[in-house]
């Protein structure tokens, strides 16, 4: 699988973003996706997982009531809404794809996941 995320740019806080990310090469419904984030100086840490649905979410407590995760199988694309930034949500944020189709406990694990895209860059000033 292929992904290839977007939607990044600069926002005041208080402001939105939608990221997109597009996947190509295999049966993206056959993945659950993740959206991960890494600003300067810090590791990744998981964002949102959704099933390969979309009938299933989950967020960390840092977007929870924020960021809202969907997805449009017949596009191949996941979105990602995000509302409300603040600006510690200033980061690098990538998609990838999970080998399982349903949201495990290892879903916040990055090395759990198989395909990655290359990122898309969010900045939010204050």
């Known amino acids: 699988v292929q992904l290839q995320a977007s939607g990044g740019g600069l926002v005041q806080a208080g402001g939105s973003l939608r990221l997109s990310c597009a996947a190509s090469g295999r049966t993206f419904s056959n993945y659950a996706t993740g959206w991960f984030r890494q600003a300067p100086g810090k590791e990744r840490e998981f964002v949102a997982a959704i099933n390969w649905s979309g009938g299933d979410t989950y967020y960390a407590d840092s977007v929870k009531g924020r960021f809202t995760f969907s997805r449009d199988n017949a596009k191949n694309t996941v979105y990602l809404q995000m509302n409300s930034l603040k600006p510690e949500d200033t980061a690098v944020y990538y998609c990838?794809?999970?080998?399982?189709?349903?949201?495990?406990?290892?879903?916040?694990?990055?090395?759990?996941?198989?395909?990655w895209g290359q990122g898309t860059q969010v900045t939010v000033s204050s």
């Open positions: 990838a794809a999970h080998p399982r189709r349903v949201i495990t406990s290892r879903i916040m694990t990055p090395q759990s996941y198989d395909y």
